[in-house]
């Protein structure tokens, strides 16, 4: 009974390190240099899985303006970055940068 127990909690912690592994991990490393993704936002669109998220100016500096990025899935885990959204040169709806709401001024 103690083996079948030891083998029970064996399985166990391994299944939870093989389910932190699968883990959905994504940073966006184009602007800053670091895995960067705030305020994401999935949505499931024609088979695959569209991330939304905002993204820092390049290298901090304001004139680039904070941005969303879009990335891409077929199975929640893997992602790759697809695509980014900007505002027009000099479009007055977004002059203070295209990005969520809740990032701030």
Known sequence: MKKILLFVVI?????TGWVQAQQMMFGDTSRIG?????????????????MYYSIP?????????WNIGIAESI???NW???????????AEYEK???RSRSTGS
Do not use: M
């Open 57 to 65: 100016p390049e290298n901090w500096n304001s004139a680039s303006g």
């Open 34 to 50: 670091v895995p960067y993704a705030k305020d994401p936002h999935v949505v499931n669109f024609q088979g695959r899985y569209l």
């Open 11 to 15: 399985l166990l912690i391994a299944c």
């Open 80 to 90: 790759t970055k697809v695509g980014e959204i900007t505002p027009a040169p000099g």
């Open 75 to 77: 199975n929640l885990i």
């Open 96 to 98: 203070k940068a295209l």
